[in-house]
């Protein structure tokens, strides 16, 4: 890490770390779902990202929802290959920490995983959330379809209303299309944090609902 190196910076894709050519060794399924970890999918699940802070409190709060039938923790939206926990926290590899969230639309419907996003973290704090500070806690959601986009930006001005009429900022989510958003990849993390607060029932978590509600927007 550069000294004085302002992590609330984006980085450049020319000034980010090169990476690795070898992905993270993770494990084949999930810890709590029992399901695969990585695809691919069967045709009729969908896959979202989203990025909310750090990704062990975030990756609970989907795999406990029905109809979803994987989450992973993992890092996107940045230009470092296959990064590790470390090159990250620097803020030099340009990813936000982010899970990935597999699940059924006819067990789950795209609203239910917005209002989960929304109503667990705050959308209006660039690049941090809490403590935590820097480009790797930012607000994000990655689409994998255009009727997810669509929805991701509906979501984003009805909530917006729901704020302004409380008193509270601007959102500053970053909504992009999974495959322009940065390299357009999503890097599985280390395999100590799939799961991490299932593994670590006390664990660090600084997410919970943030005052304002979904539902009510």
């Known amino acids: 890490m550069l000294f004085g190196f302002d992590k609330t910076h984006m980085i450049a894709p020319?000034?980010?770390?090169?990476?690795?050519?070898?992905?993270l060794d993770v494990t084949d399924r999930h810890v709590?779902?029992?399901?695969?970890?990585?695809g691919p999918w069967p045709e009729h699940l969908e896959v979202i990202y989203f990025g909310m802070g750090c990704f062990w409190g975030s990756e609970r709060i989907f795999w406990q929802i029905p109809g979803v039938h994987s989450t992973a923790a993992g890092y996107m939206g940045g230009w470092t290959k296959n990064?590790?926990?470390?090159?990250?926290?620097?803020?030099r590899t340009g990813h936000a920490e982010t899970v990935q969230v597999v699940y059924d639309p006819a067990?789950?419907?795209?609203?239910?995983?917005?209002?989960?996003?929304?109503?667990n973290h705050d959308p209006t704090t660039p690049n941090r959330q809490g403590g935590d500070i820097g480009t790797q806690y930012r607000s994000a959601?990655?689409?994998?379809?255009?009727?997810?986009?669509?929805?991701?930006?509906?979501?984003?001005?009805?909530?917006q209303a729901?704020?302004?009429d409380k008193g509270f900022g601007t959102i500053s989510t970053q909504i992009d299309h999974a495959q322009v958003a940065g390299d357009g990849n999503f890097y599985y993390a280390e395999d100590y944090h799939q799961g991490y607060l299932?593994?670590?029932p006390g664990g660090y978590c600084n997410?919970?609902?943030c005052q304002v509600s979904y539902a009510d927007a």
């Open 14 to 23: 020319d000034e980010a770390l090169p990476g690795r050519e070898t992905a």
């Open 32 to 38: 709590v779902l029992g399901t695969p970890l990585k």
């Open 83 to 91: 990064p590790t926990y470390e090159e990250t926290c620097t803020a």
């Open 107 to 119: 067990e789950v419907d795209l609203d239910t995983l917005l209002q989960a996003f929304w109503e």
């Open 141 to 159: 959601i990655f689409t994998t379809n255009e009727a997810q986009h669509v929805a991701a930006q509906a979501s984003r001005d009805r909530y």
């Open 162 to 164: 729901a704020l302004t």
């Open 198 to 200: 299932h593994k670590n």
């Open 207 to 209: 997410h919970g609902f």
